[in-house]
């Protein structure tokens, strides 16, 4: 029986169920979840936000291979405050490292919000440094390299303090609480992802 459950994924968390060394935190610990699912994707230990975890292989592949185009969103805390033409470097592409190859990141929705957003506190807290501003932009990608988010970012001089998974195509988790897990159905989570 297929199964599907998304997870506010908490800030110091792997995303993996494996604890390879005793101060991990993993997956295992916020749900008792079926042993043939798995997580679609990851976030990095550092990051926090949207992950599904299920044991469909078919939404696996489609969320994970590359010739299907699907959005991820992110909330992003950044240092600084980026003008209009570090904005549009974002949009429109930046030369990032991908392995040890240099990568031109796809184009981009960028927005730079005007508030912080409704969402709960990192546990630890972000480290502030009164003496340099921060700002929160909203970027919307159509792939997913490793540490992409971060390094889009620092390559226009704003490195990332907090980085969130918002949503993945219409999947979001506005009214979640960090840590929480939730078990959809099928035909809800195939609708929100916008899969056939």
């Not at 968390?13 to 042993?35: A, D, I, M, N």
């Not at 490793?146 to 390559?155: G, I, L, Y």
């Not at 226009?156 to 999947?171: A, C, D, M, N, T």
Request: aromatic share 8%.
């Amino acid at each position: 029986m297929e199964r599907y459950f998304i997870i506010y994924k908490p800030y110091g968390t792997l995303s993996q169920f494996t604890r390879e060394h005793p101060s991990h935190h993993v997956l295992g610990e916020l749900f008792q979840f079926p042993k043939d699912a798995y997580p679609v994707g990851r976030l990095d230990q550092d990051s926090e936000g949207l992950l599904i975890i299920t044991n469909d292989k078919r939404l696996n592949h489609f969320l994970l291979d590359p010739s299907f185009s699907h959005s991820r969103t992110y909330l992003v805390q950044v240092e600084g405050e980026p003008q209009a033409e570090d904005l549009k470097k974002l949009r429109t592409g930046v030369k990032i490292r991908v392995g040890k190859k240099e990568y031109t990141t796809q184009p981009a929705q960028v927005r730079l919000l005007p508030q912080p957003p409704v969402i709960p506190e990192r546990d630890p807290p972000i480290r502030v440094r009164m003496s340099i501003p921060d700002s929160w932009l909203e970027i919307e990608l159509k792939e997913g390299k490793n540490r992409q988010v971060r390094r889009m970012c620092a390559k226009v001089g704003f490195p990332v303090l907090r980085l969130i998974r918002s949503k993945i195509e219409k999947l979001e988790i506005r009214d979640m609480a960090v840590g929480e897990v939730r078990e959809m159905e099928k035909k809800d989570i195939y609708r929100l992802l916008r899969l056939g």
